[in-house]
């Protein structure tokens, strides 16, 4: 079974432009992580926000964690045509495990 | 540092047959994850190794579907017999991290199976 959800399914943006993935969960979570699949390829982690955090910033990418709402967004602002990937978010839910969601398809066009 | 490594990419077989898949972690890595992604979904676990210990493994299909990890590094991932519906991408993640929590995982190319 999948806990995390990611909304949309699918998202296409012209270069430049800024890319908003959400996810959303179901259980109590020890951190939430963001992960890029390019087609073909293995899982890249992006990054991790812990529980107690709300925001974390990594060079053009943006995470917020809510978790009364249980929810996740990822921003990529700028965005260029190597962003193009499958997008997931995967929850350590307590007990060891993470659990991934069923990405959002991103496509920048140049 | 080289990443983790899996073998083979692609393998095609047929129905019935045998397949076993070989993953090697990243140096120093104790924690050891086989993941099942089907096409358009994300990964799902199927078993999580601490050493040479299976901590986790109320996923995978014991009928046909058996792993092990010997001395605590390389691990195959082995199906006998395989069906139609074992045609997906077999992922082998590693982690430096054991014990409570779960950090970044660092994940191989793939194996891709299908199965005819």
Known sequence: SQQGEEDPQALSIQEGENATMNCSYKTSINNLQWYRQNSGRGLVHLILIRSNEREKHSGRLRVTLDTSKKSSSLLITASRAADTASYFCATDVYGNKLVFGAGTILRVKS | EAGVVQSPR?????????????????????????YLQNLGQGPELLIRYENEEAVDDSQLPKD????????????????????????????????????????????????RLTVL
């Open chain 2, 64 to 111: 046909r579907f058996s792993a092990e990890r010997l001395k605590g590094v390389d691990s195959t991932l082995k199906i006998q017999p395989a069906e139609l519906g074992d045609s997906a991408v077999y992922l082998c993640a590693s982690s430096p991290m054991t014990g409570s929590g779960t950090g970044e995982l660092f994940f191989g190319e793939g194996s």
């Open chain 2, 10 to 34: 692609y393998k095609i077989i047929e129905k019935k047959q045998p397949v076993a898949f070989w993953c090697n972690p990243i140096s120093g890595h104790n924690t050891l994850y086989w």
